[in-house]
T-cell receptor, first 116, second 112 residues
Framework: GAGVSQSPSNKVTEKGKDVELRCDPI?????LYWYRQSLGQGLEFLIY????????KSGLPSDRFSAERTGGSVSTLTIQRTQQEDSAVYLC??????????????FGPGTRLLVL | GNSVTQMEGPVTLSEEAFLTINCTYT??????LFWYVQYPGEGLQLLLK?????DKGSNKGFEATYRKETTSFHLEKGSVQVSDSAVYFC???????????FGRGTSLIVHP
């Protein structure tokens, strides 16, 4: 299908290692969001990309977290020196323009990260 | 700022029971309102939405009406099925912000 895809679907890593999570948005969507969903919690906004504009990084919890979006399409979320509290489901979503308002977000299936 | 408050779960019902999940919001301006559903092991998907006061969104037997006077967008379904077991998120999108605001989610468990 032509939905949002994420990889890997599951990732187990050891504390202190770096991980990269990938998101492939729907073709033509200019807005891309990353969220974190901890067990039993709601969605925590991490970062937002809109076209070629500078990303809104206001939700990143620490400088161990960073993200890139290449060519206005695929995005990679990197977590350096992982900690156990980073264990969560990382969700990616895309939308046509990211203008807020009435725009629907399309979510990927998520990456389940477990830090041992 | 914007906020969304939805009832805590889990909500446990028997099949064919009536469902209500309450959602209230605080926002500046005239937001759009959404219900998203997350089935086990999956990402969120749009269930329904409403973009202005008194609009009713509906899908798969679920309904919600945008009530500006009570700042509410309660989700209802007349007869739930086991397959409706999921987590339901109320959300709002405001023209003043490109970052939507999500509620904490309500888990629904439907028993046969």
């Amino acid at each position: 299908g032509a939905g949002v895809s994420q990889s890997p679907s599951n990732k187990v890593t050891e504390k202190g290692k770096d991980v990269e999570l990938r998101c492939d948005p729907i073709s033509g969507h200019t807005a891309l969001y990353w969220y974190r969903q901890s067990l039993g919690q709601g969605l925590e906004f991490l970062i937002y990309f809109q076209g070629n504009s500078a990303p809104d990084k206001s939700g990143l919890p620490s400088d161990r977290f960073s993200a890139e979006r290449t060519g206005g399409s695929v995005s990679t979320l990197t977590i350096q020196r992982t900690q156990q509290e980073d264990s969560a489901v990382y969700l990616c979503a895309s939308s046509w323009k990211g203008g807020g308002g009435g725009e629907t977000q399309y979510f990927g299936p998520g990456t389940r990260l477990l830090v041992l | 700022g914007n906020s969304v408050t939805q009832m805590e779960g889990p909500v446990t019902l028997s099949e064919e029971a009536f469902l209500t999940i309450n959602c209230t919001y605080t926002a500046t301006g005239y937001p759009s309102l959404f219900w998203y559903v997350q089935y086990p092991g999956e990402g969120l998907q749009l269930l329904l939405k409403a973009t202005k006061a008194d609009d009713k969104g509906s899908n798969k037997g679920f309904e919600a009406t945008y009530r500006k006077e009570t700042t509410s967008f309660h989700l209802e379904k007349g007869s739930v099925q086991v397959s409706d077991s999921a987590v339901y998120f109320c959300a709002l999108g405001s023209g003043g912000s490109y970052i939507p605001t999500f509620g904490r989610g309500t888990s629904l468990i439907v028993h046969p």
